[in-house]
Structure formats: C-alpha cells, structure tokens
C-alpha cells in the first residue's frame, strides 16, 4: 500500500520539544519531501522540505529541522521551543519539487494522514 504515516505528536507545554517522524511505504523514488502544517479553517502552510540526498532544506522557522533517512524511508521533524501558535495537524507530504521561496500545495501528490501537535502556555 503507497502511503505516509506519520507519528509523533501530541501535547507539550510552550518551551518544548517534539520530534515528529513519517515513515513511507509502497513506492521507490528519489521525491523531495516536506512538512505542513494546518489549522481548522485555515490553508494548509509548508514549514519544511528537503530534497532526496539532503542538500537542498528550506524551513519556515529556525526552530524547525527537518531530515530524512533513506535506508528507512523515514522523514523526522525536530521542532524545539514550542509556542501556542504551533499548535495544529501536521503532515507529511511527498513533493515533485520544492524551492527556496518555500513549501507549494500544487507541488504534493501524497500526504499522511495527520498528527496533532497541541501546545500549552
């Protein structure tokens, strides 16, 4: 079965860290691949991506870290001192490409199905 999934979330009081992981299954491909993040009644955000061999990252925030093993077909997100403001579901997605201006929905052709961060001050 093709699919991401991802694992990780859950609550953390605000100065936190979480590190969320998203392993892929079903298919072979050199895909760049990224993080999104929603909240209900706004537009899905890119916050990280990174290309196949991991030279080529972008993120929204400095807080933010994204890597990537390939042997395991595994995507990490490392978020450190966490706000209120990060609380939302976030995604992984498989991307066709990825630029420095950021992360671009038309780019996607598969997402996971979700993890809920929620973070308290």
């Known amino acids: 079965q093709v699919q991401l999934v991802e694992s990780g979330g859950g609550s953390v009081q605000a100065g936190g860290s979480l590190r969320l992981s998203c392993v892929g299954s079903?298919?072979?491909?050199?895909?760049?691949m990224g993080w999104f993040r929603q909240v209900q009644g706004k537009e899905r955000e890119g916050i990280a991506g990174?290309?196949?061999?991991?030279q080529k990252v972008w993120f929204k925030d400095i807080r933010f870290t994204v890597s990537r093993d390939n042997d395991k077909n595994m995507l990490y997100l490392q978020m450190n001192n966490l706000e209120p403001g990060d609380t939302a579901m976030y995604y992984c997605?498989?991307?066709?490409?990825?630029?420095?201006?950021?992360?671009?929905?038309?780019?996607?052709?598969?997402w996971g199905q979700g993890t809920q961060v929620t973070v308290s001050s």
């Open positions: 079903g298919y072979t491909g050199r895909y760049c």
């Open positions: 990174i290309n196949y061999d991991g």
């Open positions: 997605a498989r991307m066709r490409a990825f630029d420095y201006y950021g992360l671009h929905l038309d780019n996607v052709d598969m």
